[in-house]
């Protein structure tokens, strides 16, 4: 009896997640009816996006597995309708553009590469930059992205810090936890990336009494989630010339309304929340063998924890 698996992505991701889908669950063994159109009470499995069609799992009865094709949460974990197990969406794209846009945006900032793209003086002394040993960078959160990025600049030489919720030991990267450990992270950071969820327990996590931790001149990535950032404090560390400068990827409210200080700000970059985004060629597969376990009595890979609500 092949199983239902109702697709409720982005409408427009449907031509290209079909195929794709249909290989993988082939390959993973698992005859599967798969398609936009079945009645709710006979879905087994749903393939969610916040920005597909279903806000309410109500009448979903004998769904046994709601299956993210976001990293992100925040916008389904507390959907109170929602009683099935939810899983969130690991895979090697969506960690592989992450490693790229944060490498990408460090050694821009390390490098200081602005300085030679726009130099309209020609200015020919403007000195060599440090080397990465002696830019010390910080990652809050260190889980599947935050350690993936960690590991990346600490082959290139960078010292890195990592901040997670739970106690960490991972080779090469200076492992801290718990409040105490935030503010030890960011003494000497000169470089500090958020890859955490946005939870309650994230929401300002860099205030304006952690941003004046941070040494002068210190730069902020963000492509975790708008809200880990308090943003009148940032604007004004900005404006102060103590942050040097903040590239941010993601806001509270997106799209960047038109009249945001952000776009406008010397000191900003605004990427349209682009860092990373889940690849179809290889969800898919991470989708499929998700079902493919459920199916033969195996646990799921990347349960949500709904209480900690990532
Ligand atoms: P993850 O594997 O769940 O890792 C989250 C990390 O944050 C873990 O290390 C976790 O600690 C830590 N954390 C959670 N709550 C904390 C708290 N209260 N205090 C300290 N640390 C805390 O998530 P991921 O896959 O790496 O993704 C991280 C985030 O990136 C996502 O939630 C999403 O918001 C964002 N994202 C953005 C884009 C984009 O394009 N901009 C794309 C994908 C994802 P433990 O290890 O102790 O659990």
């Known amino acids: 009896m092949p199983v239902n698996v109702l697709f409720a992505g982005r409408p427009d991701r449907w031509a290209e997640y079909q195929p794709l889908l249909d290989a993988a669950l082939t390959r993973e063994g698992v005859a599967a009816n798969l398609s936009t159109d079945i009645p709710p009470a006979e879905v087994d499995y749903i393939v969610y996006a916040p920005n597909g069609p279903i806000s309410d799992f109500t009448p979903y009865t004998r769904t046994k597995a709601v299956l993210s094709l976001w990293a992100g949460v925040e916008k389904i974990v507390g ?37 030679h793209i726009v130099n309209p003086d020609h200015d020919w002394n403007p000195g060599a930059p440090p080397l990465a040993p002696d830019r010390p960078v910080t990652i809050l959160g260190l889980g599947t992205l935050g350690t993936a ?55 300002n ?38 942050i040097g400068h903040a590239t941010l990827d993601t806001f509270r409210v997106e799209p960047l309304p038109a009249d945001h200080p952000y776009w406008s700000h010397p000191r900003v970059t605004v990427t349209p929340h682009i860092a990373s985004d889940t690849r179809a060629s290889t969800a898919a597969d991470v989708i499929a063998e998700n079902i493919r376990r459920s199916e033969s ?14």
């Open 149 to 203: 990025c960690a590991k990346t600049l600490v082959a290139l030489g960078f010292p890195v810090t990592g901040w997670s919720r739970s106690a960490k030991d991972v080779p090469g990267i200076r492992c801290l936890s718990g409040d105490d450990g935030l503010d030890a992270s960011l003494h000497d950071a000169q470089i500090v990336v958020l890859l955490l969820p946005q939870t309650p327990e994230t929401e």
């Open 79 to 115: 959907n109170e309708s929602l009683t099935q197990p939810l899983t969130r969406m690991v895979d090697d794209g969506l960690r592989r553009g992450m490693v790229e846009w944060v490498t990408g945006h460090v050694l821009r900032h390390h490098l200081g590469m602005d300085a």
């Open 297 to 310: 009595g195996q646990p799921l890979l990347h349960v949500v924890d709904r209480d900690l609500g990532y």
């Open 205 to 242: 996590t860099l205030n304006a009494r952690r941003l004046a931790l941070l040494p002068e001149g210190a730069v902020i990535l963000n492509p975790g989630r708008g809200p880990l950032i308090d943003d009148d404090a940032l604007l004004a560390a900005l404006d102060s010339g103590h």
